[in-house]
T-cell receptor
């Protein structure tokens, strides 16, 4: 299956700082998605991107679908304590399968 | 907002036993999935199901696994003879045409 490289693996940030993470792939995707997972829960969709070059915001979150269709980034502005969690990128090529990155663990220092 | 619901939230079973994990996808969704997540690792695709048949499966989804949609609302994952390495969180997910995947909160399977 497609391999997604997500970085950084983890980050410690100060409350109020901006956060940036990205995903790259050796193969193209038609859709990029970003999910957040809190402990003991399932992944929750944050942002979905459907077109190469698309830049989409959801509150303090901004994500972009790379023009090559092989990468995407997620930015969180002005982080707050509830931003703590694991963020996963996911790429979808066809109707049936979503491939996940390994996740970025975000810890916010108050 | 409609949700994908999974039961039980935690299942403990002995090695070699059969388990059935249950899911109720969002009601107007057409595509159904099972994923698993071993503790501390990424979410891995197991199988997708559309139009009452498996549309794609991963190498993890071997003969010990099966899925079924026995009625109009439930979607189940059966593991025939559990192994220690089957211990993981199992997530059900669903989506409608042209919509992103929505996940349930998972079933934690512990095989002892």
């Amino acid at each position: 299956g497609q391999q997604l490289n997500q970085s950084p693996q983890s980050m410690f940030i100060q409350e109020g700082e901006d956060v940036s993470m990205n995903c790259t792939s050796s193969s193209i995707f038609n859709t990029w998605l970003w999910y957040k997972q809190d402990p003991g829960e399932g992944p929750v969709l944050l942002i979905a991107l459907y077109k190469a070059g698309e830049l989409t915001s959801n509150g303090r979150l901004t994500a972009q679908f790379g023009i090559t269709r092989k990468d995407s980034f997620l930015n969180i502005s002005a982080s707050i304590p509830s931003d703590v969690g694991i963020y996963f990128c996911a790429g979808q090529l066809n109707d049936y399968k979503l491939s996940f990155g390994a996740g970025t663990t975000v810890t916010v220092r108050a | 907002e409609p949700e994908v619901t999974q039961t039980p939230s935690h299942q403990v079973t002995q090695m070699g036993q059969e388990v059935i994990l249950r899911c109720v996808p969002i009601s107007n969704h057409l595509y159904f999935y099972w994923y698993r997540q071993i503790l501390g690792q990424k979410v891995e695709f197991l199988v997708s199901f559309y139009n009452n048949e498996i549309s794609e499966k991963s190498e993890i989804f071997d003969d010990q696994f099966s899925v079924e949609r026995p009625d109009g609302s439930n979607f189940t994952l059966k593991i025939r003879s559990t192994k220690l390495e089957d211990s993981a969180m199992y997530f059900c997910a669903s989506r409608s045409y042209n919509s992103p995947l929505h996940f349930g909160n998972g079933t934690r399977l512990t095989v002892t």
